[in-house]
C-alpha cells in the first residue's frame, strides 16, 4: 500500500486514530511522542501533553500538599469529553499548563489530525478514556534512569532546584506506585528502559508487546540481519521470548547497545512508503549507529500502523455491510 492511499482511506472515512502515551514524570513520554512524530510527520501527527488537565498549579499545589500523580487532581472527565470530540474530528478549546511559571495559560484552539497523541499521567486512569485511545504505550525506565532523566530536565529546563527536585521525587514514589504504574494493563506496549550492560551512554529497551486476539494484517516486515552483522562497528544484542504479563500473552522484544542505521532501513522505508513520509528519516539524525530507543520508535510505530490498517479494514467493511 503506497502512503498516498493510507491518507486517502482516513480521510474517506473521517477517521482519527489516538495514541495514549502513559507513564510517571521523567520517563521519556516528551522524548518518545516526538519521535513518532518525526517518524509519521507532523502532517499527519499532533500531541499535547494530559498536564494542561492538571487541577492546580503550582502554588495551590504547595499549599494543598496534592501531587498530579492523584487522578483527583486532573480534569480527567473533561479529557475524556475532549477525546471523544477530536476521534470525531471536532475542536477543541484546550486548557494549558506552563511549566516554567507554574500557572496555567489562556485556553487554545486545538484541531485534531489523523493521528493524535496524548501523552501524560493518567491518559488510561477511566474507562471513558481507554474507548477512545486506540493504542496505549506505558513508559517504564527504572528507578535510576528515570531519576536521572527527571533531575537532568526540571532543573535545565524547567529551572528547578536539585533539592527540591530530589525532595518531590521521593514524595512521588508511593504515588507512582499507587496510581500510575498499575495502568500498564491497559497499554498495548511497555517500554522498559535499563541502563546498557554494553555502552556506557547507551540503554537497554524491551518491548513488551500484547499479541492481539485478532490478527493483523499481512504486511511484510524486513529486518536486514546481515547487514546488522555486517555493517556494525559496535557492541550489541538482541533478546526475543514469548510470556505473559499481567495475565496477557506477549512477546518481549530485547536490546543493548547500538546498532548501524542500514541494519534497520528497511523497517524505515517500509513506514515511509506506508505513509507516504519520505522526506524525513530519523535514521539519518546522528551518527552511522542508532541507539535502541530510536529502533524501539520504529517498532511502536509500525505495530501501530498494522493496528491502524486492520482498523481501518473494520471500519470499510462496516460502511459497504451499510450500502
Wanted: aromatic share 8%.
Amino acid at each position: 500500500m503506497v502512503g498516498t492511499e493510507f491518507i486517502a482511506r482516513l480521510e474517506n472515512l473521517n477517521a482519527h486514530f489516538i495514541i495514549g502515551v502513559a507513564g510517571d514524570s521523567g520517563s521519556g513520554k516528551s522524548t518518545f511522542t516526538r519521535g513518532i512524530t518525526e517518524i509519521l510527520g507532523p502532517e499527519l501527527v499532533s500531541s499535547f501533553s494530559l498536564d494542561d488537565y492538571h487541577l492546580e498549579d503550582r502554588e495551590t499545589r504547595a499549599r494543598s500538599g496534592r501531587l498530579p500523580l492523584d487522578p483527583a487532581v486532573n480534569r480527567l472527565e473533561l479529557l475524556a469529553e475532549h477525546l471523544a470530540e477530536l476521534k470525531t474530528g471536532q475542536p477543541i478549546l484546550k486548557p494549558n499548563y506552563d511549566h516554567k511559571s507554574g500557572k496555567f495559560a489562556p485556553e487554545t484552539h486545538f484541531e485534531p489530525t489523523r493521528i493524535m497523541i496524548v501523552e501524560g499521567l493518567h491518559p488510561f486512569n477511566l474507562p471513558e478514556l481507554r474507548r477512545v485511545i486506540d493504542f496505549g504505550i506505558f513508559m517504564d525506565p527504572e528507578r535510576e534512569v528515570k531519576w536521572a532523566w527527571k533531575l537532568r530536565r526540571d532543573i535545565e529546563k524547567r529551572g528547578h532546584d536539585k533539592k527540591s527536585v530530589e525532595a518531590e521525587m521521593l514524595k512521588r514514589e508511593p504515588l507512582f506506585k499507587l496510581y500510575i504504574d498499575p495502568m500498564k494493563i491497559y497499554a498495548e506496549v511497555v517500554v522498559k528502559i535499563r541502563r546498557s550492560s554494553l555502552s556506557p551512554e547507551g540503554v537497554e529497551v524491551e518491548l513488551i508487546q500484547e499479541i492481539p486476539e485478532t490478527p493483523l494484517g499481512a504486511i511484510d516486515l524486513e529486518f536486514d540481519l546481515s547487514g546488522l552483522m555486517r555493517a556494525s562497528s559496535e557492541s550489541f544484542s538482541m533478546g526475543f521470548r514469548s510470556d505473559f504479563y499481567y495475565g496477557k500473552p506477549v512477546t518481549r522484544l530485547t536490546f543493548d547497545g547500538h546498532i548501524h542505521r542500514d541494519a534497520v532501513r528497511g523497517l524505515e522505508r517500509k513506514i515511509q512508503d506506508f505513509t507516504g513520509m519520505h522526506e524525513r528519516s530519523l535514521l539519518e539524525k546522528g551518527g552511522e549507529n542508532i541507539n535502541m530507543v530510536t529502533l524501539s520508535q520504529l517498532l511502536i510505530c509500525w505495530h501501530f500502523l498494522e493496528k491502524t490498517d486492520f482498523l481501518l479494514r473494520e471500519l470499510e467493511e462496516a460502511l459497504k455491510r451499510t450500502d
